[in-house]
């Protein structure tokens, strides 16, 4: 698998990299064998940018990676996120940006994940509470200390990333982009390109939608949280939604590509400083989510595709409300 560079500072990732949250929760049940041979099929095949999170679990994916990578550290592009702080029972607290917090946040991620070092910090959400210039000198702090080697922003709005990137180079932002959520390229994506910083696009398969494994709600596994958090699963959102990618179907399926493969191929045609990090919990989905890397589109294709389901055409928020209010604007 090819690399590519976030932010220019000398953190080279593979062009796919793989989401390792639903492993551990929210996508229904977990299999630790699976998801084990998940990651050993990930490294094996070039794919080795993983991403995971304190949060997931909570706590318990960062173990789940940590022993995935035992013995093959070298191979790794380890990232991990802090500040949307839970109780070890799931409780949410709320989210967290204080200096002090950034440091045992960090200290109890490298104890779980078993290394000495994290490659890419993300701050997961912003604290509004906090001054960015506040959290972001602490994760500097860790840099200088020698626990993080690259500093990354999630879900963050234009003037934060610039307030950010004056304390400390931001190698990489992390956000939503995928065909269903396209807000980004309004003012987000410009602002980082502006910077020069990296582009990890999460949920590049609009959390499983544009896979077309999914015909109706009730196809989502027990204990699946899509359809009571995210709108767009919604009943009455949800066959909307299908006719759209329906219409990316009937063109991957010239491709002799599943509509998974094209949204993420047409993700890597968006700009080389773009890297999306398609989640899967097994190994067959892995494999194929890969393949999109071999999928070469040119411009009549992207326009169809455009055509297909124009920015904007999706129903339904990519978050419900609260979650929205939550992010940084």
Not at 118 to 138: F, M, S, W
Request: net charge negative; glycine share 10%.
């Amino acid at each position: 698998m090819e690399k590519r560079s976030l932010g220019g500072r000398g953190l080279e990732v593979s062009e796919l990299g793989l989401g390792c949250m639903g492993m551990s929760e929210f996508y229904g049940t977990t299999d630790e064998s699976e998801a084990l041979a998940t990651i050993h099929r990930s490294l094996d095949l070039g794919c080795t940018f993983l991403d995971t999170a304190d949060m997931y679990g909570p706590f318990t994916n960062e173990k789940l990676v940590g022993k995935a990578i035992d013995g093959r550290r070298t191979e790794v592009v380890l990232a991990t996120k802090f500040g949307n702080e839970r109780k070890p029972d799931g409780t949410m607290i709320g989210v967290n940006g204080r200096p002090e917090y950034v440091h045992s946040a960090c200290d109890a991620s490298l104890e779980r994940l078993g290394v000495d070092h994290i490659d890419l910090y993300y701050q997961h959400r912003v604290d509004k509470n906090v001054p960015i210039e506040e959290t972001v000198g602490a994760m500097a702090e860790l840099v200088e200390q020698g626990k993080v080697r690259y500093l990354g922003l999630s879900e963050a709005g234009p003037q934060t990333i610039r307030r950010a990137h004056a304390i400390h180079p931001i190698s990489a932002l992390q956000s939503e982009y995928s065909l269903f959520s396209r807000d980004i390229e309004d003012s987000v994506l410009p602002t980082v390109r502006e910077l020069g910083i990296g582009f990890v696009a999460y949920s590049p398969l609009g959390r499983g939608f544009l896979s077309g494994r999914f015909r109706s709600p009730d196809d989502l596994p027990e204990g699946d949280v899509r359809g009571q958090r995210f709108p767009r699963f919604a009943q009455e959102n949800f066959d909307k939604n299908l006719e759209l990618v329906d219409r990316v179907k009937e063109i991957a399926a010239e491709k002799a590509a599943t509509p998974g493969q094209l949204a993420i191929a047409w993700l890597l045609h968006q700009g080389a400083d773009i890297v999306p990090i398609p989640g899967t919990k097994r190994v067959a989905y892995l494999e194929e989510n890969l393949g999109a890397a071999g999928i070469e589109l040119t411009g009549d294709d992207l326009a169809r595709i455009e055509e297909a389901m124009p920015k904007g055409s999706v129903y339904g928020a990519r978050y419900a409300e609260a979650q929205m209010a939550a992010i940084d604007s």
